[in-house]
C-alpha cells in the first residue's frame, strides 16, 4: 500500500511539473509574440558612385497610439539606422570591416504646431544637437515617412572593402529606448506599444548608381 501510494505520489508530482512546463513555454511563446514589432525593412539597395558606397531603404512600421501620445505631449523620439559590413570567414566567426549610425530625432513643436526632424551621424540629445540635417514638417505623418525611406546614404568608402573577399551586408532600424527620458525607458520595458526595430541581411553586391 505504502509503495503505491508513492508511486501515484510520483506520477502526480511529474504531471504537476509536465503541466508547469507547458504553462511556462506557452506564456513566452505568447510574451515573444507580443514583443515582436510590426516594423520590415521592405527594400534594401547597395550601389556604388564613384568611390563611395550608398544604401537606399524603406522601412514600414505604424506608430503605437501610446507613442502618438507622448510625441504630441513634447516628448522626442529617437530612431536610429545601423549599417554593418562583415567580410565572411569560414574558419572564424565573419569579422566586421565598418558600419556606420544614422541617429533621427523627432520632436513636436507645440508652438508652431509643426514637426522638426534632426537627422545626424551621432547621438543627438536636447542639450546639443551638433552638426545634423534639420527638417521641419506639418504633419507626423510627414515626418515618419521621411524617416521611412534613406536615400542614398554614405556608408563606405570602395577602398573600405576587399574586392576579393565575400562580404554580407547587415541594416537594422529602430526606436532607440536608451534614449528616452529615464521615466519612459522604465515604462516602455516589455511593453510591444514601443517596440519598433526591424533588421535585414544580404549579400553584399554592389549595383551601378542610377
Known amino acids: 500500500m505504502t509503495a503505491f501510494t508513492t508511486l501515484c505520489w510520483r506520477s502526480a508530482a511529474l504531471d504537476a511539473l509536465r ?91 507645440p508652438l508652431t504646431r509643426r514637426w522638426r526632424l534632426h537627422v545626424a551621424s551621432g547621438p543627438l540629445s536636447s542639450a546639443g544637437l551638433g552638426l545634423s540635417l534639420n527638417q521641419s514638417f506639418e504633419t507626423m505623418a510627414d515626418a515618419v515617412a521621411a524617416m521611412q525611406r534613406l536615400s542614398r546614404w554614405k556608408v563606405a568608402e570602395l577602398t573600405d572593402i576587399d574586392p576579393e573577399q565575400s562580404h554580407h551586408a547587415e541594416f537594422r532600424f529602430k526606436l532607440d529606448l536608451a534614449q528616452l527620458p529615464r521615466p519612459f525607458q522604465i515604462g516602455s520595458l516589455g511593453q510591444a506599444d514601443w517596440n519598433i526595430s526591424a533588421s535585414k541581411t544580404q549579400r553584399l553586391a554592389l549595383e551601378p548608381a542610377k
Open 19 to 109: 503541466l508547469t512546463l507547458v504553462l511556462l513555454l506557452s506564456w513566452t511563446v505568447t510574451l515573444s509574440a507580443l514583443a515582436q514589432s510590426a516594423a520590415e525593412v521592405t527594400q534594401l539597395r547597395l550601389e556604388r558612385d564613384g568611390e563611395s558606397v550608398l544604401l537606399s531603404a524603406v522601412v514600414q512600421f505604424d506608430l503605437s497610439p501610446t507613442v502618438e501620445e507622448a510625441l504630441v505631449k513634447g516628448v522626442p523620439m529617437i530612431f536610429v539606422a545601423e549599417f554593418e559590413l562583415y567580410r565572411e570567414r569560414w574558419y572564424w566567426t565573419n569579422k566586421k570591416v565598418l558600419a556606420a549610425q544614422r541617429h533621427m530625432r523627432l520632436a513636436y513643436q
